[in-house]
């Protein structure tokens, strides 16, 4: 197909909204946890494992080594050589044991819980986990501080005009369509409301809407449509979209040459895809095995967690993410009593281990706004197909002649 649509978000109303500073500073008031950063600590760590059962090394045997080992620190020697001489934990090694900067909870217990007590400069007493003994350095402690005001404006600001715009965008797309519906021009209609009008090539059933995935529904309209017939107006995540069929263009097979680098390209991805799979279903294996050492276990890997930004369970696209369905099915089955999901998930950008962070409850007077707002653009959607449907049975049932000297 080619096609002219428009897509939307609350994102493309934003630039539109006001925000006074006397209302990013009521929220910064009233949100005051919002912009505290936590205490922080910059440590290094030795680790001696624990032999498996059976070999000839016990626990004790362990336990003295890296006490003589503390020893030679406490005499003097610098711990970021002992580490790289004797450290067994291969992620920190090479780094003299470095830990980074990090807030209470990274680490498993116990080794949080003494990270944070030490102070500068100290040195922990053998710490005992199911990894093994550590020593601990603390190089640096950061206590929790609140931001000045004048800091975060800026990030109250873009939160306020994202939440303005996420409840507007409902409004302005109903409008939109129903504009576009009554003029059938889709271009015009677009400038009116300050949106771009793109065009697209090549454009399959299967592949959707360019920047808006294949959501089911797109692709089944695409398929159902005539030349120069607007869709309807379709709802993906947290984007609005209005297309109409310019050309159809009947399928057909391609020479080898005109795809031959495209299926090199997705051969090699599709490779790298499994073998990535199987390194992430061992990881998933050993976090069960010891899930109090979630952390340990991903730098023992080469891998560092990355924390997102909240998204909701039904939410379409999750940055970094995508919108894979598998994303979806993640969102509804992690719980924080069990928050690692069991499977890896394929992502946009290859293949990803998720947990759940944190379980933030939704705000009942949040909810109650955002409830009036989807139940508003559900009443006119469903107005606007019910008026459809009634002119196309019209149509139908009527003998229409076109007067062509009025044209």
Request: overall charge negative; aromatic content about 6%; proline content about 5%.
């Amino acid at each position: 197909f080619e096609i002219d649509y428009v897509t939307f978000s609350g994102k493309d109303l934003e630039e539109r909204i006001e925000i006074s500073d006397e209302q990013a500073k009521q929220y910064y008031e009233a949100n005051p946890e919002e912009f505290t950063t936590p205490e922080k600590v910059e440590a290094k760590h030795i680790l001696l494992k624990i032999p498996e059962e059976g070999a000839e090394a016990k626990p004790q045997e362990v336990k003295d080594r890296i006490e003589k080992i503390r020893e030679r620190i406490v005499a003097g020697e610098e711990f970021s050589q002992v580490a790289k001489e004797v450290s067994e934990d291969e992620a920190s090694k090479e780094k003299g044991g470095a830990l980074g900067l990090f807030s209470r909870g990274v680490l498993s217990e116990p080794l949080d819980e003494v990270a944070f007590e030490l102070e500068e400069g100290q040195i922990s007493a053998p710490v005992k986990t199911s990894l093994g003994y550590h020593l601990i350095k603390v190089e640096k402690k950061i206590p929790e501080k609140r931001l000045p005001f004048d800091e975060v404006k800026e990030k109250i600001v873009s939160k306020l005009k994202a939440e303005k715009a996420r409840y507007r965008v409902n409004t302005v797309a109903d409008d939109l369509y129903e504009k576009v519906y009554r003029s059938e021009d889709l271009e015009q209609s677009a400038q009116d409301f300050g949106f771009e009008l793109k065009k697209a090539e090549n454009v399959t059933a299967n592949s959707g809407i360019p920047g808006l995935s294949a959501a089911a529904e797109v692709s089944e309209e695409l398929a159902s449509l005539s030349e120069n017939e607007i869709s309807k107006l379709f709802r993906v995540g947290d984007s609005f979209a209005v297309m109409k069929i310019t050309k159809i263009i009947e399928p057909r097979i391609p020479e080898l040459d005109e795809v031959k680098a495209e299926v090199k390209r997705d051969f090699l991805k599709a490779r790298g895809v499994n073998e990535a799979r199987e390194k992430a279903e061992k990881i998933i294996e050993e976090i069960k095995a010891k899930p109090d050492d979630i952390e340990e276990i991903a730098r023992s890997h080469g891998l560092t967690w990355q924390t997102l930004e909240p998204v909701a369970r039904t939410v379409g696209l999750v940055p970094k993410l995508g919108t894979a369905p598998e994303i979806q099915e993640v969102l509804s089955t992690v719980s924080q009593a069990a928050p690692l999901y069991p499977e890896p998930v394929p992502v946009s950008e290859g293949i990803a281990l998720i947990r759940l962070k944190n379980l933030k409850r939704a705000d009942e007077a949040e909810f109650e706004k955002e409830k009036a707002s989807f139940e508003r653009w559900i009443t006119r959607v469903r107005a606007n197909e019910y008026l459809n449907s009634w002119i196309k049975l019209l149509e139908d049932r009527s003998q229409i002649e076109i007067n062509e000297k009025y044209f």
